[in-house]
């Protein structure tokens, strides 16, 4: 697993005064949570932190915080806004040689569907799944195969088989489909229709 290395400053400020300024200066407040010792808070520069969380790729972080040991751990949440999708704010997890960690981790499809050559609409449904495993054992993604998925085949959570991983989203989780076209237009139609409120025309009584 790729390991990037960030240097961080530490955070001491905590009003709102101060967190605008974190951000009016393209700085991203965040906090790394370990079980051996007290939360640090830090901030980041906003350029150093896109790339690490519009990915399709876990990464190892070396996170150097000005005063401190470096510490090794990975992005574990992180706060969007709803209309722009800045990011506002980051929880870190700190890694510990041995002990297991449960997290998110990206799919990645791979091959080309024979279902999808035959006319039918893939559906990718799961793009993450939850894991544990320790750290040295962390994949950046995992790879789902899709080329035999044929029309109406579905591979699911449960079907996966990864070595020293043991995967935590349910069994029936369905990571991808294929789904005949006609299928797909029954339910949008299906779904429109719900979406359509009721209307009710009462009619005029006549005057006697």
């Avoid at 906090?31 to 010792?37: L, N, P």
Wanted: charge should be negative.
């Amino acid at each position: 697993m790729d390991k990037v290395i960030l240097s961080a400053s530490e955070r001491k400020e905590f009003s709102k005064a101060a967190l605008s300024e974190i951000r009016r200066n393209k700085r991203v407040p965040g906090v790394v949570y370990s079980k051996h010792q007290s939360p640090i808070h830090f901030t980041l520069a906003q350029n150093d932190i896109n790339p690490l969380v519009f990915t399709s790729k876990t990464h190892l972080v070396a996170l150097q915080v000005e005063g401190k040991e470096d510490l090794e751990c990975i992005i574990k949440d992180v706060q969007f806004d709803p209309v722009t999708d800045k990011i506002l704010h980051l929880d870190f997890q700190a890694l510990t040689k041995g002990e297991k960690i449960e997290m998110e981790v990206p799919i990645v499809l791979e091959g080309a569907s024979v279902g999808v050559k035959d006319g039918g609409l893939l559906q990718h449904l799961l793009h993450k799944i939850n894991i544990e495993c320790e750290p040295v054992n962390i994949p950046q993604h995992i790879v789902v195969n899709i080329a035999k998925l044929k029309m109406g085949d579905s591979i699911h959570a449960g079907s996966l088989q990864l070595e020293n991983v043991t995967v935590l989203t349910p069994a029936d989780a369905v990571i991808v489909t294929v789904v005949h076209p006609r299928a797909e237009e029954a339910a949008e139609a299906t779904a429109e229709g719900a979406a359509e409120p009721e209307v009710i025309t009462k009619g005029k009584e006549k005057e006697d």
